[in-house]
């Protein structure tokens, strides 16, 4: 059923405006579009709780509990219980890519097992791209010879 008034046509009863009608604002029932903005969930809270900056992502690396027997990348830190900063976090790679933006300070070693991945550092103003292998182990920031301190900027998995 088709029917031409004024203008706008009606096909099964969805109005189309002709190109030199006002646009028609949306009806009430119709949904908000969604945007996704890829902010971490909770980060809030998990900053507050475990001392790590969890910004965005695109979904396919998640901070989950330390489980030495599971497949997991491992990011370790300097401890420091007065920003209740643990020793290690450790995260799950979803996939064969993923990528986390983060702030994780004094960073010294990133280790890997089920995925190669690669890791940005800042220290004194400039940043180092880090690349782990798969089952491999890095020494990073103050974990190298002279190192300064590091924080931890972003994390991708990489194969």
Known sequence: MSAV???IATVSG???????????????????VA????????????LTEQGIKLKK??????LVDCDQAAQQIRVL????????????YCFKALGPTGRLTLELPRVFAVETTDHPVSADL??????????VPKDGYQSVGEGTG??????????RVTG
């Open 5 to 7: 008034v004024a203008g």
């Open 146 to 155: 002279d190192g300064a301190r590091s924080v931890l900027v972003e994390l």
């Open 35 to 46: 945007v996704e903005g890829y902010n971490y969930p909770s980060a809030d809270r998990i």
């Open 57 to 62: 992502g695109d979904g396919h690396i998640l």
């Open 77 to 88: 830190t300097v401890k420091d219980d007065s920003v209740g900063r643990r020793g290690t």
């Open 122 to 131: 800042t220290a004194n103003g400039s940043t180092t791209t880090v690349n």
């Open 14 to 32: 969805v109005s189309i405006a002709a190109a030199d009608d006002p646009p028609v604002p949306p009806s009430s029932d119709t949904p908000p």
